[in-house]
């Protein structure tokens, strides 16, 4: 599994980061914005923000004092392409699954 596959599930196991990067799709936001939606400590988020920076989900830019945090959805594609390979598995065997019903309706219909 490549390190950036790696960081990006690291970052998504927390369901406390998952509900920050949904907050984040909606806009962009400040730490202190982020801390408001959760009842947990800023440092906490603080934390959080950093797990998803180091994942590659999200970027942070400085304006003036503040830390400025904006999803990066591209960052997801490692772990879209990942779970697809898997949807392509079932989509495969669930074509041999309904292969193998015809064929049996077929032979108890002769």
């Known amino acids: 599994m490549n390190a950036a596959l ?22 962009d936001m400040t730490i202190a914005e982020v801390a408001d939606h959760f009842s947990i400590t800023r440092a906490a988020v603080k934390k ?38 898997f949807d392509r598995y079932w989509d495969d065997r669930l074509l041999g699954l309904q292969r193998a019903v015809k064929d049996h309706e077929r032979k108890n219909d002769d």
């Open 6 to 27: 790696q960081g990006a599930f690291r970052a998504l196991a927390d369901p406390t980061r998952r509900d920050i990067l949904m907050h984040l799709s909606a806009r």
């Open 48 to 85: 959080h923000l950093t797990v998803l920076e180091e994942g590659r989900l999200i970027s942070v830019r400085t304006e003036g004092r503040e830390r400025i945090n904006h999803l990066e959805p591209v960052g997801l594609k490692p772990v879209a392409d990942w779970v697809n390979y």
